[in-house]
């Protein structure tokens, strides 16, 4: 990717205020994002609370800083009907390798409006359904993102090979 494709993607990537994890199961599970919609009055469908039809989503993985430990992955998602828009979520390796091990390893992505409230903050037992309904009836819909098997394999490749290297 060039360089200047590189920065107006991060330029442009949604500030993200927190990441949870859903498990369904022992083998499932779905990575929350909370991210910050404020300044994109175009992803307000987002925030809608009734249920939507479902659309596509088209995504694509980046890496700013490959192979270094800052390195940035980034995921570009393209929004097909009913709701037409792109939008970048960012994430620092060193500081969220947790985070994107999850979402390697389940390859679900629950995109919302956040910041989250304080009490869907933090481990807790609660069954996924209360759990689900709680963030619907803060945040809304989201968009619910389940990566293509290669997609998954990508972002594997790259949190290996960077763990290699700065994991000791």
């Known amino acids: ?62 890496s700013g800083n490959p192979g270094k430990r800052n390195m940035i992955v980034g995921l570009r998602v393209a ?26 390893k389940y390859g679900k992505l629950w995109v919302v409006p956040g910041p989250p409230q304080a009490h869907l903050i933090g481990t807790q037992q609660m069954d996924a359904h209360t759990f689900l309904t709680q963030v619907v009836n803060y945040s809304g819909q989201g968009v619910l993102i389940e990566l293509e098997s290669h997609l998954v394999t990508e972002l594997r490749t790259q949190l290996d090979e960077w763990k290699r290297h700065y994991i000791t």
């Open 1 to 62: 990717m060039e360089e200047t494709d590189l920065g107006v993607m991060l330029s442009s990537a949604l500030r993200i205020d927190d990441i949870d994890q859903l498990r369904l199961s022992r083998s499932n599970g779905i990575s929350v994002i909370w991210v910050d919609i404020s300044e994109r009055p175009d992803l307000a469908a987002l925030a809608t609370r009734s249920t939507q039809e479902a659309g596509d989503a088209l995504c694509t993985w980046f």
């Open 79 to 104: 929004l097909s009907p009913p709701t037409n828009t792109v939008f970048v979520l960012a994430f620092q390796v060193e500081r969220l390798a947790g985070q994107l091990s999850i979402i390697a």
